[in-house]
């Protein structure tokens, strides 16, 4: 069985950096692409960051140039690094098997920004 699980959020002040980590097993983890997707309150449920098989790396705009995504194939992880952390920043970030159609999510984290 998959599982994804999150890991590094917390309360941090604008400008803060802060990094996800997502735990994964159950499965061959290199042979998969993996997401962030993050969802505020009353808002919809976003992708941010996506890293594939071969380490190509795409971002929402709203992120573009502040987080980062990588992935240790050695150790079963995915990173997200956030910079100049923003207050609508803030959100509950998920872990995706996949990227523009995920298949197993992670359970979330909870990132607050304040200002």
């Known amino acids: 069985q998959v599982q994804l699980v999150e890991s590094g959020g917390g309360l941090v002040q604008a400008g803060d950096s802060l990094t996800l980590s997502c735990a994964a097993s159950?499965?061959?983890?290199?042979?998969?692409?993996m997401g962030w997707y993050r969802q505020a309150p009353g808002k919809r449920r976003e992708l941010v960051a996506g890293?594939?098989?071969?380490?190509?790396?795409n971002y929402a705009d709203s992120v573009l140039g502040r987080f980062t995504i990588s992935r240790d194939n050695a150790k079963n992880t995915v990173h997200l690094q956030m910079n100049s952390l923003k207050p609508e920043d803030t959100a509950i970030y998920y872990c995706?098997?996949?990227?523009?159609?995920?298949?197993?999510w992670g359970q979330g984290t909870q990132v607050t920004v304040s200002s």
């Open positions: 995706t098997r996949g990227i523009l159609r995920p298949d197993y």
């Open positions: 159950g499965s061959v983890f290199s042979m998969n692409a």
């Open positions: 890293i594939t098989t071969s380490g190509t790396t």
